[in-house]
């Protein structure tokens, strides 16, 4: 099974771009995951309402992709994709900036994070229709075990970066992951380019739902 998901990997362009994506954007998501109570619990924010304001956030964007790949909007995956690597890259540069020691701004590191999370709920249903669509079913799971390689190798190595540096750690790494979302942008962008003619990777509406639309709007 992973020989068969490696072949796939290495055969098909478009699912290594893919993966590619999928490492570096997941393994950001989850360095940000150990890093976020670190650098609010100092100030003293209830960190109950801080997580539940995340999770609000990430169902906001899930929301949003659908609402943006309707009839109304029509937007693809793919553009949906695109703009996700590019929100977590804005907030990782917010984050560099409102981390760094002497100069701390809380209030601007919760609103980074926040459309951090906003993008989470933006990427994965993007992710998912497009893995669907690119990986053959047969070879879905020995891929997807190639996938969490380098995306669990990059986390566990950024953890241990953070654990040995000093107290300018935390900022290094968020500027280091900004420089991950900045390869991840690469590969979106040669992912679009190979996939731009491709109807397979776009959301067609289904008929009862354009029925339903035309009866809503009379």
């Known amino acids: 099974m992973c020989t068969d998901g490696l072949k796939c990997l290495i055969s098909d362009r478009r699912v290594l771009l893919l993966g590619t994506i999928q490492a570096l954007f997941e393994s950001v998501v989850y360095i940000f995951i150990f890093l976020w109570t670190p650098v609010l619990d100092p100030y003293g924010p209830p960190l109950g309402i801080v997580f539940s304001s995340f999770m609000a956030a990430s169902m906001i964007g899930s929301s949003l992709y659908r609402i943006a ?18 929100m977590v890259f804005f907030s990782l540069f917010m984050l560099t900036f409102s981390t760094n020691p002497g100069q701390e701004n809380p209030s601007e590191s919760f609103l980074a994070f926040l459309l951090i999370e906003l993008a989470c709920g933006l990427y994965f249903p993007a992710m998912g229709f497009l893995r669907r669509k690119v990986i053959p079913e047969t070879s879905q799971v020995g891929v997807m075990n190639w996938f969490r390689v380098p995306l669990n190798l990059l986390a566990c190595l950024g953890l241990l970066i953070l654990h040995d540096s000093d107290k300018t750690g935390t900022r290094n790494m968020f500027a280091i992951c900004a420089a991950l ?6 590969a979106v962008v040669s ?4 996939v ?12 009862e739902q354009t029925e339903a639309s035309d009866v809503d709007s009379h």
């Open 191 to 194: 992912l679009f380019t190979v």
């Open 69 to 86: 790949t309707s009839k109304k909007y029509h937007l693809q995956p793919m553009h949906i994709l695109s703009l996700s690597v590019l």
């Open 196 to 207: 731009r003619n491709n109807t397979e990777l776009k959301v067609t509406v289904p008929e």
């Open 181 to 186: 979302m900045v390869m991840a942008l690469l």
